[in-house]
């Protein structure tokens, strides 16, 4: 602490290069900060004087950050979201409410937390969920929440890391829909359901006799969509196990083939390890983790045909290893 007094001229240094860096403009920061672009050039300058490295490219139309000036920007950007969250907390606390901010897809909000949210309340009453919602691919930082739900291999040296089960993708549909289907599956006979971007044409890999692109099909941007027209009886969508766990145990969608898929990936919690770890996450984190597993271990007895347990097993197998 005692360095970072000797390198600043005062903790205004810190707001103002932040704002500065975030606004890509002196004046638009000195707008933000109630005062003239005058003051904001001055306190920079005395910033980048005192550490002794420019920290902006000044050019005619504003500022960008030089790579010095990257690396304190996000830093302190760090440190500001650590401040805010802590702020938030002190106040949830003395309000009687533990917080807790999930990073997750619309999909999995939808088709897996909402239908437990009674559950969850009763387990923690005190507990306010708040979401930070993600339409498509689950990429992103995880620095401004508590869990991340992601797909990756394991921790890194930002972030700790909750196995939760192997990326695992089958085809499914509607009870309904299979019904009035009957007879082995063709994809230029089916109605696929597809993500747009995110996610290609998988129909070959479920339809291995049939090479064919599908006649009709479905597109939509939001997986929650895809899944929900899935369960209306609209067609055969790609089913993200840990989206439609529930929804499969509770047979509202069954596998449309007895085909899975494996990515390599591994569906995780991630937390960043510059956040103070408090129980209460890692209480709603394993309580969440413990229902999906159950989730799946029904799914498994439902459907012996989908080999689901081997699957488990070699994705617990991969992850032991790499730890």
Not at 3 to 14: D, H, Q, V, Y
Not at 269 to 297: L, Y
Request: aromatic share 8%.
């Amino acid at each position: 602490m005692r360095k970072i007094r000797l390198a600043l001229p005062s903790m205004n240094g810190f707001f103002t290069f932040e704002a500065a860096a975030r606004c890509g403009s002196f004046a638009r920061a000195a707008g933000e900060l109630n005062v003239t672009p005058a003051a904001v050039s001055r306190m920079i300058g005395r910033l980048e004087d005192h550490i002794g490295t420019a920290l902006f490219n000044r050019l005619p139309g504003g500022v960008t950050l030089t790579e010095p000036g990257l690396i304190l920007y996000e830093a302190i950007s760090r440190g500001f979201s650590g401040i805010e969250h802590a702020l938030r907390e002190i106040e949830d606390r003395n309000a009687g409410v533990d917080t807790v901010t999930l990073s997750v897809s619309t999909g999995f909000t939808t088709h897996w937390i909402m239908p437990r949210m009674a559950e969850l309340k009763r387990t923690f009453p005190t507990v306010e969920l708040r979401f930070e919602l993600i339409m498509s691919a689950l990429t992103g930082p995880v620095t401004d929440v508590d869990l991340g739900m992601r797909f990756v291999n394991g921790p890194d040296e930002r972030h700790e890391a909750a196995y939760i089960m192997p990326e695992t993708l089958l085809p499914i549909c509607s009870r309904g829909y299979s019904e009035a289907h009957r007879g082995p599956m063709r994809s230029t006979e089916e109605t696929l359901i597809f993500l747009s971007e995110a996610q290609p044409n998988w129909s070959h890999l479920f339809f291995p006799e049939d090479s064919s692109s599908p006649v009709n099909s479905m597109i939509f941007s939001d997986y929650a969509i895809v899944v929900q027209a899935a369960m209306l009886g609209q067609g055969v969508a790609l089913g993200w196990m840990n989206v439609v766990c529930h929804w499969l145990r509770h047979r509202m969608l069954i596998p449309a083939s007895p085909r899975l898929m494996t990515t390599g990936r591994h569906c995780q919690f991630v937390q960043s390890r510059d956040k103070a770890a408090r129980p209460i996450v890692n209480e709603v984190r394993d309580w969440i983790i413990a229902r999906i597993q159950e989730d799946i271990a029904v799914v498994a007895d439902l459907h012996p045909q989908l080999g689901l347990d081997e699957v488990l097993e070699q994705g617990a197998r991969q992850v032991t290893s790499r730890s």
